[in-house]
């Protein structure tokens, strides 16, 4: 495709609710990577993939949170239980591979709950 | 782990003016030091970066300076433009798979 893709663009949810959160990478990449970004705040790194493989997840929140990718592209997110906290801006990034920096970001899902 | 700080939050200038933004971070290991521009409701886009092994970096009216020794890196914009409003983010990464970033820096670019 011509970008990262993520959808949905906004999603609001019930307290204690499950979510799904999609992100297609620019084809070709084999990296991906998710980073959630809280009002006033840096982007904080939530795991990376390379190729299907996680080999760092260390950023996940808690285990309410997991993430998969499958064929070596489509990504989701998944968020168990939702609570308040959770809200913000949920952004993915593809980059070639690992090793090259390079992160190309999508647009993200503003993430609410309520 | 790495920690990023970046100063100052928000910054305020005339068209036409210098905007210095600077970061400090803590992992000596850390190699890669991009700088990302995040216009209001739009993605995060990479406008430089710079790794270890050099000091500075130009690209037109953008720079980046590295100290490695007091671990601390600056960009640079010259001649500022009201599209250089934005919020700016600095980056560190030793791993080349886990970018760290700063808090961010919202730019203000006044007529």
């Known amino acids: 495709g011509a970008g990262v893709s993520q959808s949905p663009s906004n999603k609001v949810t019930e307290k204690g609710k499950d979510v799904e959160l999609r992100c297609d990478p620019i084809s070709g990449h084999t990296a991906l990577y998710w980073y959630r970004q809280s009002l006033g705040q840096g982007l904080e790194f939530l795991i990376y993939f390379q190729g299907n493989s996680a080999p760092d997840k260390s950023g996940l929140p808690s285990d309410r949170f997991s993430a998969e990718r499958t064929g070596g592209s489509v990504s989701t997110l998944t968020i168990q239980r939702t609570q308040q906290e959770d809200s913000a801006v949920y952004l993915c990034?593809?980059?070639?591979?690992?090793?090259?920096?390079?992160?190309?970001f999508g647009s993200g899902t503003q993430l609410s709950v309520l | 782990g790495e920690n990023v700080e970046q100063h100052p939050s928000t910054l305020s200038v005339q068209e036409g003016d210098s905007a210095v933004i600077k970061c400090t971070y803590s992992d000596s290991a850390s190699n890669y030091f991009p700088w990302y521009k995040q216009e209001l409701g739009k993605r995060p886009q990479l406008i430089i970066d710079i790794r270890s092994n050099v000091g500075e970096k130009k690209d037109q009216r953008i720079a980046v300076t590295l100290n490695k020794t007091a671990k601390h890196f600056s960009l640079h914009i010259t001649e500022t433009q009201p599209e250089d409003s934005a919020v700016y983010f600095c980056?560190?990464?030793?791993?080349?798979?886990?970018?760290?970033f700063g808090t961010g820096t919202r730019l203000q670019v006044t007529l």
């Open positions: 990034a593809s980059s070639l591979e690992v090793g090259n920096e390079k992160l190309f």
């Open positions: 980056a560190a990464s030793y791993t080349a798979s886990k970018l760290t």
